[in-house]
């Protein structure tokens, strides 16, 4: 018997937070042929009722719920077997080898957390961790491990009842020893929970070394363990220096959070470079900011570009054409510059999440007026080099008061020797904070700084570093790039790219199920691409997004997000007839907008809702299949009921005008309209209109014109209205009632 290629993972509820999404997703990049569950509360509770009645008691008898969870992945392993590991686990390297020929595998804690004062006083000379267990299905020691939990329930603390205490003792009381493999800790857990702690985790060359010969890295970022400081929080492992400077310290408020920071870039129209700049200053933590972009002249392609990201704090400035370096570029911006302090923010360079937060805590902790890296990461792709740059802080990181902002750059050695004498200056050395994509322009002076260098990766270290780095930068954009401008089969645009469209409003909470359905969908060997419109939310969905988007890069071809807000607000249940036509032409108008920024050279287009539960991984498969143009399948919720009221098929040829509301047919459920939980035993049927929650759509009927009309078309809006234009355009609307996508319940239909 093998282990299951099943890996299993839990959490509360189905809406996982998002911070695990780029973790969750290394398991099935890394392992594509496994299967991935999730078992939430509910779940965990229904197992133990239906097949370990008899623990039924002792389960939810626990004061914590960590020992439930700590019990619950114990009995799915003994039930099942497989894979089961923490949310806050990274899969580094298939597993199939370290798991062929095994039968039961568990990793002991790292060796300096024998240290701890509660592994001391537990007598235990090692602590073997139920953060990562593999096993087969009715493995004997589990019976073993059951009898140790009935006897040391309330007993001790939570690592005795059911943790890794417990699990230690159960296993050095095992008489069948040889038939567990323990693995060292090197292997799964290579950092120990004080470098995740307090921040050494966060420097590449400590991950680099300590991660080369691990499967699985574990991150201990358990709530119920941890100390008080949150895992992505302060410190960060970084280093800093402070200058001497006769100057009188600078003065910060109690709150830094409320400092404005004015990150500055110049541009020549729209370039790669530039959506670097653009989308590295959106995931950024801090959140009194502002980007202020420069440019001679401000041409119509940049301005719809910038225009679609729909934010207030970014700005174009036009300096002219007597601005002609970009030096005098940045001046400009310094003068317009709405904050007290002013960031180089260089297009072409990525700069980490957390960089604005980390130098100004650092610039108030230190009371200096102006901030510089020690040191940044240079990556030059085409070449899978990647380096941590020599100890020579450089103008590119400067963040500096505004009244105090260099006016002359023409000699930058010498500006940093004049900074250094005249301002209190800290010097932060966190290389990863900022990222240098070298380019072929840029490739002799790579190569010349290279032997000098603090850090070297070549090759397949690259490519991992660059993996690590890419969990909070934006790698893909550059990889995208990269490919295109290489003349190979391999990197030249696919046919048959299918791309994946979603507006997003309110749609955090469901970010979490959207990403993994999403990661499982086979696009049957056809190119990927997914691009996002959030607007109008107000519960962060577009800064969800945004840390979720790098899980799929990678993956798909395109990852785009942009933002636009509508303005609309609805109060009250948004089914009421009497806001049909505010709602629904708001969302038409999203759908257009998206379609138009993202469309391309797309051949299909798969309309996806956020709020899609679950769905067959061979979805698109099934719909392309058909041979149809435009083709649905059926969305119903939990109880088989038909969910999506707008794919339709008219019962008697057409609708009554008693039922037009607001200028659009608005008939009650079932008058004149058959829906497709009425022909649920069919595989094939037209239907006269098509909702959106899945719908799959060629991409030349888009570039011929077919949209989502904001406006009544014949007495139908939005995704109706698209189905009877698409009739005027001689094409027809098809459906597979079989093919089920659940949604569910909390939403009413409409």
């Not at 039968?103 to 592994?119: M, N, Q, S, T, Y």
Request: some cysteine; hydrophobic content about 40%.
């Amino acid at each position: 018997m093998a282990i299951p290629t099943t890996l299993h993972q839990l959490w509360k509820t189905e809406d996982v937070p998002a911070r695990f999404t780029t973790l969750r997703e290394t398991w099935r990049k890394r392992n594509p042929s496994w299967d991935i569950r999730l078992w939430t509360d509910r779940d965990l509770d229904e197992l133990v009722s239906t097949r370990y009645p008899e623990l039924l008691e002792l389960y939810r008898g626990y004061e914590a719920p960590i020992c439930r969870a700590d019990l619950g992945r114990y009995l799915v392993l003994e039930t099942f077997g497989g894979i089961y590991a923490d949310l806050d686990c990274e899969c580094l390297k298939p597993l199939d080898p370290l798991l062929a020929g095994l039968a039961f595998v568990v990793g002991v804690e790292p060796d300096v957390h024998r240290h701890d004062g509660l592994v001391e006083r537990s007598g235990l000379d090692k602590v073997l961790c139920p953060s990562f267990i593999a096993c087969e299905p009715g493995h004997p020691f589990w019976p073993h491990v059951r009898d140790h939990a009935r006897q040391a329930f309330g007993q001790g603390g939570i690592l005795d009842q059911t943790g890794p205490f417990m699990l230690t003792r159960a296993y050095h009381a095992y008489g069948e020893k040889a038939a567990l493999t323990i693995l060292p800790a090197e292997t799964l857990y290579p950092f120990d929970k004080f470098q995740c702690w307090d921040g050494r985790v966060h420097d590449l060359t400590v991950w680099e070394r300590d991660s080369r010969e691990a499967y699985v890295a574990h991150y201990w970022d358990g709530g119920w363990f941890r100390p008080a400081a949150p895992l992505d929080g302060p410190p960060l492992g970084l280093s800093a220096r402070l200058s001497a400077a006769p100057i009188a310290p600078a003065t910060y408020p109690d709150d830094p959070a409320a400092t404005l920071i004015s990150c500055l870039t110049t541009a020549d129209g729209w370039t790669v470079d530039l959506e670097l700049a653009i989308e590295t200053y959106l995931h950024q933590t801090h959140p009194s900011r502002e980007l202020v972009i420069v440019v001679r002249r401000i041409d119509p392609m940049l301005a719809r570009r910038v225009g679609a990201y729909g934010r207030g704090d970014i700005r174009l400035i036009a300096a002219g054409d007597d601005a002609s370096t970009p030096a005098q570029l940045r001046a400009v911006g310094a003068q317009a510059a709405g904050g007290s302090l002013v960031c180089r923010w260089d297009a072409g360079e990525l700069q980490d999440a957390r960089r604005l937060h980390v130098q100004l805590r650092v610039l108030a902790q230190g009371k200096a007026q102006a901030s510089l890296l020690a040191r940044r990461l240079e990556w030059r792709p085409d070449t899978r080099q990647m380096a941590i740059t020599a100890d020579n802080p450089g103008l590119g990181s400067l963040i500096c008061q505004k009244s105090l902002w260099p006016r002359d750059e023409d000699d930058p050695a010498e500006t940093l020797r004049q900074l250094f004498a005249a301002l209190r200056v800290t010097t932060v050395d966190l290389p990863r904070l900022s990222l240098k994509v070298v380019r072929p322009a840029d490739a002799a002076a790579f190569e010349a700084a290279w032997p000098t260098a603090t850090a070297r990766f070549e090759g397949d270290r690259c490519d991992d570093v660059a993996e690590e780095v890419g969990k909070r930068l934006p790698l893909g954009l550059v990889r995208r790039e990269t490919a295109e401008a290489k003349p190979t089969a391999r990197s030249r645009p696919k046919p048959g790219e299918i791309l994946i469209l979603t507006p997003v409003k309110d749609g955090r909470r469901r970010l979490p199920r959207y990403m993994e359905l999403l990661s499982r969908l086979d696009g049957g060997g056809a190119p990927l691409s997914v691009a996002f419109l959030e607007g109008d939310s107000r519960d962060g969905s577009f800064e969800a997004l945004q840390d979720a988007l790098p899980s799929l890069e990678g993956r798909f071809a395109r990852v785009e997000a942009y933002r636009r807000h509508d303005g609309l607000a609805i109060d009250g249940p948004r089914w009421e007839r009497s806001v049909q036509r505010v709602r629904r032409a708001a969302i038409a108008r999203a759908r257009n907008r998206l379609l138009a920024t993202a469309l391309g050279e797309a051949e299909w287009v798969l309309w996806l809702d956020v709020d899609v539960m679950d769905y067959p991984a061979d979805l698109l498969a099934r719909l392309l299949e058909t041979g149809k143009s435009i083709v649905v399948p059926h969305c119903v919720l939990p109880d088989g009921s038909s969910f999506d009221l707008n794919t339709f098929i008219f019962a008697n040829g057409g609708d009554d005008p008693k039922h037009l509301v607001d200028g659009l047919f608005q008939p009650f459920r079932g008058d004149g309209r058959l829906y497709l939980e009425d022909v649920a035993d069919q595989d094939l049927v037209q239907v006269d209109s098509v909702g959106g929650a899945a719908l799959l759509v060629r991409g030349d009927l888009h570039r011929d014109g077919l949209n989502f009309p904001a406006y009544p078309y014949g007495g139908y809006i939005e995704t109706e209205g698209l189905a009877m234009m698409a009739r005027d355009m001689g094409e027809a609307c098809w459906a597979l009632p079989k093919l089920r996508v659940l949604h569910p319940d909390d939403t009413a239909p409409g």
